[in-house]
């Protein structure tokens, strides 16, 4: 475990990445978040009408986030940036604009040192001939400290890709996975992320954020 924190957390630092994390600093006050970076993701054996039709797909995304806390225990945020898309043995498709939003809710204060967050977000782009929509339901266990929170749950996804132009459309088959992720707080308004997904899809998103 502390080596895959510690990993994880170098990562972070060296790459300055940042994509979609899934709701792991507990809400507190009247507060704004801002984060930027990048993500890569590959949803496996994706299913078609044709039951002997799977594939695998993948994604790299530029993405920044803007959060606001209207009260505690409760972040609403906002997703925009860029993403591409490949199917296995084919070409990649152009970057496309993405936006997408979700909440988060802290299950306890968010001053406790152990809590549960859950959250819900969804992801729309337009690659070039397709529409991907992405969503996820997460509950995360985070372990709040003032300078390292690391944290892991269970999530519920799903990835839709439909083809504009009449040819297959396909669906992920596993959607149930795991997520294990930590923050490192440089002082209490900065801080680096660092997140890995595994089962339902298999990602890494990493990255820099700011609090007002």
Same mark, same amino acid.
Do not use: C
């Given at each position: 475990m502390k080596k895959t924190?510690?990993?994880l957390f170098a990562s972070a630092i060296l790459t300055r990445l940042y994509a979609m994390d899934v709701g792991t600093l507990p809400p507190q006050g009247e507060r704004v978040t801002l984060k930027a970076g990048f993500g890569y993701v590959v949803t496996r054996e994706l299913k078609s009408n044709n039951p002997d039709a799977e594939t695998d797909f993948s994604s790299v995304q530029i993405r920044f986030k /803007? #959060? =606001?806390n209207p009260f505690d225990r409760i972040e609403i945020y906002g997703n925009a940036g860029f993403a591409d /898309? #490949? =199917?296995k043995g084919s070409g990649r498709k152009p970057l496309a604009f993405l936006f997408g939003g979700g909440v988060a809710f802290s299950l306890l204060d968010p001053a406790e040192e152990h809590n549960i967050i859950f959250g819900g977000q969804a992801d729309y782009y337009k690659p070039e001939n397709s529409i991907v929509l992405d969503y996820q339901f997460s509950a995360t266990y985070v372990h709040l400290t003032k300078i390292v929170i690391p944290y892991a749950g269970v999530k519920y996804s799903d990835t839709l890709v439909k083809n504009t132009d009449g040819g297959q459309d396909w669906q992920a088959k596993n959607k149930v996975g795991i997520v294990i992720g930590v923050q490192y707080f440089v002082n209490p308004d900065v801080f680096f992320t660092a997140?890995?997904?595994n089962f339902d899809q298999d990602a890494f998103y990493g990255?820099?954020?700011?609090?007002?």
């Amino acid at each position: 475990m502390k080596k895959t924190l510690a990993f994880l957390f170098a990562s972070a630092i060296l790459t300055r990445l940042y994509a979609m994390d899934v709701g792991t600093l507990p809400p507190q006050g009247e507060r704004v978040t801002l984060k930027a970076g990048f993500g890569y993701v590959v949803t496996r054996e994706l299913k078609s009408n044709n039951p002997d039709a799977e594939t695998d797909f993948s994604s790299v995304q530029i993405r920044f986030k /803007a #959060g =606001f806390n209207p009260f505690d225990r409760i972040e609403i945020y906002g997703n925009a940036g860029f993403a591409d /898309a #490949g =199917f296995k043995g084919s070409g990649r498709k152009p970057l496309a604009f993405l936006f997408g939003g979700g909440v988060a809710f802290s299950l306890l204060d968010p001053a406790e040192e152990h809590n549960i967050i859950f959250g819900g977000q969804a992801d729309y782009y337009k690659p070039e001939n397709s529409i991907v929509l992405d969503y996820q339901f997460s509950a995360t266990y985070v372990h709040l400290t003032k300078i390292v929170i690391p944290y892991a749950g269970v999530k519920y996804s799903d990835t839709l890709v439909k083809n504009t132009d009449g040819g297959q459309d396909w669906q992920a088959k596993n959607k149930v996975g795991i997520v294990i992720g930590v923050q490192y707080f440089v002082n209490p308004d900065v801080f680096f992320t660092a997140e890995m997904h595994n089962f339902d899809q298999d990602a890494f998103y990493g990255g820099v954020g700011f609090r007002f």
